[in-house]
């Protein structure tokens, strides 16, 4: 699968203490998504259905894509030696991904009632499908025959169409709504990359926050876009949203850098974020104007420690990753019980650390980071 930067980097997370309004009355209930047998895995994506996509290692340790519907988890690899992924997931069930050969070769697939499609490539060996609109339509990146990497838009009865880049020799795709635009990231002619998106007038520039770089992880239906800026000086990266030809800054839960993986057609979105002190991520909803940490949203006796959120329905439901004191990892599917409250202004609920692992940070130009996911 393609090589991307990133911005954070999970240790053991803290343990914390949720806000006293919090506590008496939750805005989440929370189920835990469970496992194919291995001991950690990943959320990606969910639909309006509530289904959710992802990869989860299985009793072999191999990565496998899965799909969780109504609290049960089901492998769509095809055996337990094949190493998948799931990304994306539209209201019609059909996942979109990759399968990796033995030989360590990736293609971007389809999973559709137990069968698995390949969708082709761009001339070189190694290609990934990310999201996948109504009408089937998949964004991803493919290889071309020159080794370059180059964002797709595959459509059914067709082929890939390699989207092109912003001047410079590579492009990555991240996701597609249902009009077909696909945002990602491409590489400018000065080696820098900056956020896209590419419907049939061609690819365009999102621009940055400041900084020299920046990256589209998800757009929903009214095109607007969720993601990560650079600030100017390249120290650190915020969340954004760009709509309307403006790319507002999400700002963070306190800490330095923040990054959106997920919007929904209300504008809702959801990320990871450094906290106070920077000694750990935390899921994040944005919502109204401010930024809150979904661990103060689920009420008290969780157990576990929410560090990114990375997609939201238009039923405000939320899925996410979390971590518990020992190490193991889940995924979880967050459904609204109450409604969302309104923020004024972003805010840190108290948080009590105890025994984190500090979060290893580098933001040299010479190597560019993102979020702690992997993609």
């Known amino acids: ?5 990133r911005l954070l980097q999970l240790g053991l997370l803290s343990i914390f ?3 006293a309004a919090a506590q008496a009355a939750p805005l989440y209930s929370v189920k835990n998504l469970g496992s194919l047998g291995g001991d950690s895995g990943d959320v990606r994506a969910i639909n309006n259905s509530g ?5 989860s290692l299985n ?3 191999i990565s496998s894509a899965y799909v969780s519907r109504n609290g049960a988890m089901h492998s769509l690899s095809p055996d337990k030696s094949t190493r998948s992924v799931a990304s994306g997931i539209n209201d019609a069930g059909v996942a979109a991904g990759q399968v990796l050969s033995a030989g360590g070769e990736s293609r971007a697939v389809t999973f559709s009632a137990g069968k698995i499609d390949t969708l082709g490539s761009l001339g070189g060996r190694n290609s990934d499908a990310k999201g996948i609109n109504n009408a089937g339509q998949v964004g991803g990146s493919a290889e071309r025959a020159d080794g370059t990497q180059a964002a797709f838009r595959y459509t059914p009865g067709g082929q890939m169409r390699d989207l092109g880049t912003l001047g410079g020799s590579s492009s990555l795709g991240a996701d597609i709504n249902n009009s077909g635009v696909v945002v990602g990231r491409a590489d400018l002619a000065n080696g820098q990359y900056h956020a896209f998106r590419a419907d ?3 690819m365009h520039d999102l621009g940055t926050l400041g900084g020299d770089y920046s990256e589209a992880n998800r757009i929903n239906d009214r095109g607007a876009v969720a993601g990560f800026s650079y600030l100017a000086g390249d120290a650190s990266a915020h969340a954004f949203v760009f709509d309307n030809g403006i ?5 963070t839960l306190g800490g330095a850098n923040s990054v959106s993986y997920g919007i929904n057609n209300a504008g809702q979105a959801v990320g990871s974020s450094d906290i106070a002190g920077g000694k750990a991520v935390h899921a994040f909803l944005y919502a109204d104007g401010g930024m809150l940490d979904l661990n103060a949203l689920v009420g008290p006796g969780f157990g576990w420690t929410l560090n990114y959120a990375a997609d939201i329905n238009d039923l405000g ?3 996410a990753h979390g971590c518990n004191t020992t190490g193991l990892c889940r995924g979880f599917l967050l459904t609204p019980d109450g409604g969302v409250a309104k923020v004024d202004e972003p805010g840190t609920p108290a948080i009590l650390a105890l025994g984190a692992c500090m979060m290893l940070l580098g933001m040299g130009r010479a190597r560019k980071v993102r979020p702690l996911r992997q993609n």
């Open 51 to 55: 289904s959710v996509v992802g990869y």
């Open 1 to 5: 699968m393609p090589v991307t930067p």
């Open 247 to 251: 790319m507002t800054d999400l700002n």
């Open 59 to 61: 009793s072999n340790n």
């Open 317 to 319: 439901q939320i899925t």
């Open 200 to 202: 049939d007038s061609g």
């Open 17 to 19: 203490l949720v806000p």
